[in-house]
């Protein structure tokens, strides 16, 4: 069911409650909601591989079976209490993972969100250089504006290759995760699916993700 964005829009809007700005007709950031199969899953993710914006995974899992029956007032409800008190960034190696600085510090600003930086556990340095890099992102916008941005770096236990199976049991009150997806498939990929995939399967929140590209849309206020 790719692309039925209107019962779960509601969803997100309020999860935000009155910082909506950033969701007006779903024109910054794209909602896709779909079943829990890897299949399901996956069929989102190509659907959004060329994707300029953020989007948004959300499974039947974290909003209900009503989500099947079309009840956009009960899913209304349901999310309209949930608050966006926390975000989890994991942050690899990977250099496209400084994309997620400008995303992560804007819904911060919008929502009052604490960031919790979550670094992968490597022996290079590539991983701390790219969360420095985040951080002095956040800390420039902070200092530009005049408003503080709450944050912290955590260390994992996994390394890049491994920290995307420990997200969904990683002990901190987060209310969303926010990912690069991958840049291309490789055979592990194709066999067994993109680390995103899992991460999206095993969740209990929403999961955004961005493209590693470099003409990805800008949000602004």
């Given at each position: 069911?790719v ?31 779909c ?25 039947q ?11 956009s007032?009960?899913?209304e ?12 960034v994991p ?6 993972e ?8 804007y ?23 790219n969360?420095q ?9 902070s ?5 503080t ?43 067994f699916g993109?680390?995103e ?6 969740s209990?929140?929403p ?11 800008s949000l602004?206020?």
């Open positions: 069911m692309g039925s964005t209107f019962p779960f829009a509601f969803g997100i809007i309020n999860l935000f409650e009155e910082k909506t700005m950033i969701w007006d007709n779903n024109e910054d950031i794209r909602l896709e909601y079943g829990t199969s890897k299949r399901a899953i996956q069929h989102v993710l190509d659907a959004c591989r060329q994707e300029r914006r953020p989007y948004v995974v959300i499974t899992k974290e909003l209900g079976d009503q989500c099947y029956l079309g009840k007032a009960e899913i409800q349901t999310t309209k209490e949930t608050k966006l008190s926390a975000i989890l942050v690899t190696m990977l250099e496209e400084v994309y997620k600085a400008e995303i992560c510090t819904l911060a600003r919008k929502t009052g969100a604490h960031l919790i930086l979550l670094r992968a556990n490597d022996y290079g340095s590539k991983a701390k250089r969360i890099r985040i951080i002095t992102h956040i800390q420039t916008i200092e530009r504006t005049g408003e941005i709450s944050y912290e770096e955590q260390v994992a236990k996994g390394d890049s290759f491994s920290i995307h199976k420990e997200l969904q049991n990683y002990p901190s009150e987060h209310q969303l995760v926010l990912l690069t997806a991958s840049r291309e498939y490789g055979l592990d990929d194709w066999l993109p680390p995939q899992y991460v999206i399967r095993h209990n929140v999961v955004m993700l961005i493209n590693p590209r470099a003409d990805l849309f602004c206020d």
